[in-house]
């Protein structure tokens, strides 16, 4: 028995363990996912952040990655519409799910007016942090879509984490992953 107990842990706690550290020893490689310069039907801002999504969700549109934006997430998506508008983006561009609360709600809802729209592709903007777990989620929900991740990177260095409160949040995250893995089937990898 102690024999199993002890193969068990080489072999699968141990694993585990060392690949949790070296995720958390750079968080930047394992949460922040980037699709590169692509080009979609629309831009979809997450709710949340400190308002750099939206931000960097004009810049892309800017490029011409996308003809439109939409804003997900309840409580700053008018804050998200102003900041959008101040930088340049026209406001008949801009359509605004303000309904959900949660990632998984964002996907939810957003999808459903995506597949009336007969939406085939999708630019995710988002935290750095959050972009595994959005892209994640939305692809989750909608294999059918085409789903691209563009992550803003405000706070990305390190020594800006503990003021901008990233630590906090890019810790919350390293629990979120599994934790929509066991309770909605979102696998992380």
């Not at 949660?102 to 750095?128: G, P, Y």
């Not at 994640?136 to 085409?146: Q, R, W």
Request: positive net charge; aromatic residues 12%; proline residues 5%.
């Amino acid at each position: 028995m102690l024999k199993w107990i002890y193969r068990a842990f080489k072999y699968i706690a141990l694993p585990i363990v060392l690949i949790a550290a070296v995720a958390y020893a750079y968080p930047e490689k394992f949460l922040c996912v980037d699709s590169g310069r692509v080009s979609a039907d629309v831009i979809i801002v997450l709710g949340g952040g400190v308002h750099e999504r939206p931000i960097r969700a004009a810049e892309l549109f800017k490029q011409h990655a996308a003809p439109r934006i939409v804003l997900t997430g309840e409580g700053d998506d008018e804050t998200n519409r102003l900041l959008l508008i101040h930088n340049g983006v026209p406001r008949n561009v801009i359509e605004v799910e303000g309904d959900s609360h949660t990632t998984q709600e964002n996907a939810i809802f957003t999808i459903k007016r995506l597949r009336a729209e007969h939406v085939r592709s999708a630019i995710l903007v988002t935290s750095w942090y959050h972009a595994r777990r959005s892209l994640k989620t939305f692809e989750h929900y909608a294999p059918e879509i085409h789903f691209y991740a563009r992550p803003s990177y405000f706070a990305f260095a390190s020594e800006d984490w503990k003021r901008t409160g990233t630590t906090k949040r890019m810790r919350l995250e390293f629990l979120k992953l599994p934790g929509y893995w066991l309770r909605y089937g979102v696998n992380p990898f």
